[in-house]
């Protein structure tokens, strides 16, 4: 495995797609996938059209980042747009890509997708891993469509994301630009591809069961109580300083999680708006008579685990040969000025090898012998074996 990261923030969008490119190829001979992530600000489609005149036929996949990047350089931003490419190169790795904007059924747009891939790839069974990208809003149907394909493969990956949860993000993959759909990549490898999966908060004293929930994102009530009251005085907020988008701030380092069954991953669940009903609109799949635990953190915490879980990943890995990093983009606005702080860390753990972090809107992965699982305000950590 060998692997180079390039980056851009000229204004010209084309531009800025060719300069990353040029810059991610340096030293790669015969690259096998790109991994873009771009800036909201960009005509996404002019900054495909400027990597691909780089590029080629190497399929690249990605989507919008919240506000920036990280790459070993630093936190990547500007005012008029940025672009940043992860390249991996790895003779003995094969990639296959499809993708599909979304339409009426997200989980049989999952098993096209799926079957495009395998399709592509010239294999009759599985891949090792596959990565996921997809709009924030049925990431769970399409990774059961796309297993009901290829069974329990271990993913990993994130949503597209904006600055202002706005919907204006975008997934992209070659010549196809989209705001709302599903991209895969299959991964065929003998060498480990490893994944660290985790909030990385701190369970509170404070559980209860969600006993009505409406459709697949509200929570209506815990313990058969408002659940905005319930929260409210989980957390020390007045309810009126938690209603609207003033609940997604104030949670970010009081966020909700939910056990898996075995109890070796907790799948956070961020309160993303308060509503006049008094219940909480979250970020993930929620369903009545489930446990809910109110988790805590410190911005020095949140901080602090990006380098640890670099760390944790390093011990599954022997010599990693890339590093694709992700951030949930609501940590990184709890965070704030202190980003810079993330980079310092991801720079010593990852020691030279490249690596470029991506700010999501929600994380993909699992856990040792825990399902496929979606969260938010999670970090989803991956090296590629070199």
């Known amino acids: 495995m060998k692997s180079n990261v390039g980056y851009s923030t000229l204004e010209n969008a084309f531009e800025a797609g060719k300069e990353t490119a040029e810059k991610a190829l340096n030293g790669i001979k015969n690259g096998k996938l790109g991994m873009l992530y771009t800036s909201v600000d960009y005509d996404q489609s002019e900054v495909m059209k400027g990597v691909k005149s780089v590029v080629g036929d190497m399929p690249v996949v990605g989507c919008t980042s919240s506000a920036a990047i990280i790459v070993p350089d630093g936190v990547i931003t500007s005012d008029h747009g940025f672009a940043g490419m992860l390249v991996l190169d790895d003779d003995s790795m094969v990639v296959a890509a499809a993708s599909s904007p979304a339409g009426k059924d997200a989980r049989a747009i999952g098993r096209k997708v799926a079957e495009?891939?395998?399709?592509?790839a010239g294999f009759d069974y599985a891949p090792s891993y596959?990565?996921?990208?997809?709009?924030?809003?049925?990431?769970?149907?399409?990774?059961?469509?796309?297993?009901?394909?290829?069974?329990?493969?271990?993913?990993?990956?994130?949503?597209?994301?904006?600055?202002?949860?706005a919907g204006d993000w975008s997934i992209f993959?070659?010549?196809?630009?989209?705001s709302d759909g599903v991209a895969v990549v299959f991964f065929y490898t003998e060498k480990p591809v490893e994944t660290v999966f985790t909030g990385a908060y701190r369970e509170s004293n404070n559980v209860g069961i969600i006993t009505k929930v409406e459709g697949d994102r509200k929570i209506m009530e815990i313990n058969g109580r408002p659940a905005l009251e319930v929260y409210s005085e989980w957390v020390g907020t007045p309810v009126d300083k938690l209603k609207g988008m003033d609940l997604l701030v104030a949670s970010i380092p009081k966020p909700l999680g939910i056990k898996d069954i075995q109890g070796d991953l907790t799948a956070i669940r961020h309160p993303m708006a308060g509503n006049d009903d008094l219940s909480i609109s979250v970020g993930a799949k929620v369903v009545p008579n489930t446990a809910v635990i109110q988790m805590e953190s410190t911005i020095d915490e949140m901080i602090d685990s990006t380098g640890n879980t670099v760390k944790e990943l390093n011990k599954k890995l022997e010599a990693p040969g890339a590093?694709?990093?992700?951030?949930?983009g609501g940590r990184r606005l709890g965070i704030g000025?202190?980003?810079?702080e993330v980079h310092?860390?991801?720079?010593k753990e990852t020691n030279?090898?490249?690596?470029?972090?991506?700010?999501?809107?929600?994380?993909?992965?699992?856990?040792?012998?825990?399902?496929?699982?979606?969260?938010?305000?999670?970090?989803?950590?991956?090296?590629?074996?070199k």
């Open 173 to 178: 993959l070659n010549d196809k630009c989209f």
């Open 352 to 385: 030279g090898v490249p690596f470029i972090t991506v700010f999501t809107f929600g994380e993909y992965g699992y856990n040792d012998h825990t399902r496929n699982t979606l969260g938010g305000l999670m970090l989803s950590f991956t090296g590629f074996e």
């Open 130 to 165: 596959y990565y996921m990208v997809a709009s924030p809003k049925e990431e769970e149907y399409y990774s059961k469509g796309i297993q009901d394909v290829i069974g329990e493969v271990p993913y990993f990956g994130g949503s597209a994301a904006d600055n202002a949860v």
């Open 323 to 328: 590093y694709f990093l992700i951030h949930c």
């Open 116 to 120: 495009e891939a395998l399709e592509k």
């Open 344 to 347: 310092k860390q991801l720079v």
């Open 337 to 340: 000025d202190r980003i810079e």
